[in-house]
């Protein structure tokens, strides 16, 4: 027996509905970072340094290529801000003693404190978005995020969201 879906309601992917989409993602985006920023700026940190804190920390032992396959920045960029985390010891960076060619980035104390104190602030308006919102509609947000994100990252999402520590 055919099953037959109802047709989904075209209405939201009118354009008008699509740039209050993208809109929501700007003003969104714009708050998720707010709070970080203010942090990451008392340490003359960017954003950049906070992505390489929160996922050198969520992936102890990652190494710089990996990392770089993760952030789609050039070398250049990362060395820069890689440079001033190892010089700061928020992170330290350890020869892979199976490839002497690869090294191991790791959270220091002090980068594992920031990682938790960014995290945190961030977490936190998650989950009372999260509360407003219901199951379901978290559910259906989790979708619509990972309909975004390019598909070759689609998997390593899925996977890294699983093994946060």
Known sequence: MVQHHPRANPLFLREEELRQ????LFYAYRDFTGEPDAILNKYGFGRAHHR????VGCNPGITVSQLLRILKITKQSLSRVLSQL???EFVAQRTDSGDRRRRMLYLMPKG???????TEKQSRRIA????EAGAEAV???RTVLRGIINEE?????TLAGSGRR
């Open 21 to 24: 989409a993208i809109e929501l």
């Open 128 to 131: 009372r978005a999260y509360r």
């Open 139 to 141: 559910e259906g947000f």
């Open 153 to 157: 990252d689609r998997r390593r999402v």
């Open 52 to 55: 390489v804190i929160y996922f």
């Open 86 to 88: 190892v010089r700061e």
């Open 112 to 118: 594992e404190e920031l990682e938790r104190l960014l």
